[in-house]
Antibody, heavy 123, light 111 residues
Framework: EVQLVQSGAEVKKPGESLRISCKGS????????ISWVRQKPGKGLEWIGR????????SYGPSFQGHVTISVDKSIRTAYLQLNNLKASDTAMYYC????????????????WGQGTLVTVSS | QSVLTQPPSVSAAPGQKVTISCSGS?????????ISWYQQLPGTAPKLLIY???KRASGIPDRFSGSKSGTSATLGISGLQTGDEADYFC???????????FGGGTKVTVL
């Protein structure tokens, strides 16, 4: 069974940094990319970016470029999303998800999702 | 403001059918056949329902269907059940943004 297990909820102050983890199991980890998706309270889904777990190639959505960093440690089958200089507007649920297929040009459906990590930024 | 446009809500009685539209442009829905639909039950992560515009994901009943025409896609849910009450999102790749894009979501209510 494919599983993506994310790290637990976080409460941070404005200006702090945070790294969320996503550990994959039940499949060949380096054969699939990982994407990250944000969902603000009561709102829709926003695509943050993606990483090729085999060679760490990354790409980001225009709204997130320069504000987040996606990385991977394939030796422990774990992808990461780093958020720097946190603001109250970063308060959201963050999901990792596995695209069914990706290449350098595009990705398709997200066929497996992590349980989500709730990030609260408050002074 | 989401790149793909969905109606905020739809509703119908149990056993009836609802359709949810997802409108895009020539750089996303109009540019590929890889439209996906997700169901998000309250308090849970999204779950893949439909991929490649019309293919059902593993374990998804045939009450759920997908289609695409031009720059729009549609999700149909027939034989509506109370367990179908959820938010539904469409998604695809945008070749101009070089990013994944989603609709704003549609809340399905079973009357």
């Amino acid at each position: 069974e494919v599983q993506l297990v994310q790290s637990g909820a976080e409460v941070k102050k404005p200006g702090e940094s945070l790294r969320i983890s996503c550990k994959g199991s039940g499949y060949s980890f380096s054969s699939f990319w990982i994407s990250w998706v944000r969902q603000k309270p009561g709102k829709g889904l926003e695509w943050i970016g993606r990483i090729d777990t085999s060679d760490s190639f990354t790409s980001y959505g225009p709204s997130f470029q320069g504000h987040v960093t996606i990385s991977v440690d394939k030796s422990i089958r774990t992808a990461y999303l780093q958020l720097n200089n946190l603001k109250a507007s970063d308060t959201a649920m963050y999901y990792c998800a596995r695209p069914g297929y990706c290449n350098d040009d595009s990705c398709r459906d997200l066929d497996n999702w992590g349980q989500g990590t709730l990030v609260t930024v408050s002074s | 403001q989401s790149v793909l446009t969905q109606p905020p809500s739809v509703s119908a009685a149990p056993g009836q059918k609802v359709t949810i539209s997802c409108s895009g442009s020539s750089s996303n829905i109009g540019n590929n056949d890889y439209i996906s639909w997700y169901q998000q039950l309250p308090g849970t992560a999204p779950k893949l329902l439909i991929y490649d515009s019309y293919k059902r994901a593993s374990g998804i009943p045939d009450r759920f269907s997908g289609s695409k025409s031009g720059t729009s896609a549609t999700l149909g849910i027939s034989g509506l059940q109370t367990g179908d009450e959820a938010d539904y999102f469409c998604g695809t790749w945008d070749s101009s943004l070089r990013a994944g894009v989603f609709g704003g979501g549609t809340k399905v209510t079973v009357l």
